[in-house]
């Protein structure tokens, strides 16, 4: 059975910092393609950030320069390390795992950036 749990987020002021963490189980993770989505009230949900099996990222516009992916294949986790958070920041945020024949999703965490 494939899980992805995540955690670490919570609530946040403005200019904070979070630290997410999606740990892996019941896939081979070293092969898939590990993804940040988030989705705020009313809005789609959108990728945030990507990293490859090889390690290559990909950060949308609105995160490059505050937040970071790294992955830990070793643990099986992906994290999300999130400075400089702004209001705008507030959303569900969804660990996904892709590989070249599925994807699956986890639960979501919420994190809301706000005084």
């Known amino acids: 059975q494939v899980q992805l749990v995540e955690s670490g987020g919570g609530l946040v002021q403005p200019g904070g910092s979070l630290r997410l963490s999606c740990a892996a189980s019941g896939i081979v993770f070293s092969i898939y393609d590990m993804n940040w989505y988030r989705q705020a009230p009313g809005k789609e949900r959108a990728l945030v950030v990507g990293?490859?099996?090889?390690?290559?990222?990909n950060y949308a516009d609105s995160v490059k320069g505050r937040f970071t992916i790294s992955r830990d294949n070793a643990k099986n986790t992906v994290y999300l390390q999130m400075t400089s958070l702004k209001p705008e920041d507030t959303a569900v945020y969804y660990c996904?795992?892709?590989?070249?024949?599925?994807?699956?999703w986890g639960q979501g965490t919420q994190v809301t950036v706000s005084l």
């Open positions: 996904n795992a892709k590989s070249v024949y599925r994807g699956h």
């Open positions: 990293i490859t099996s090889s390690g290559s990222t």
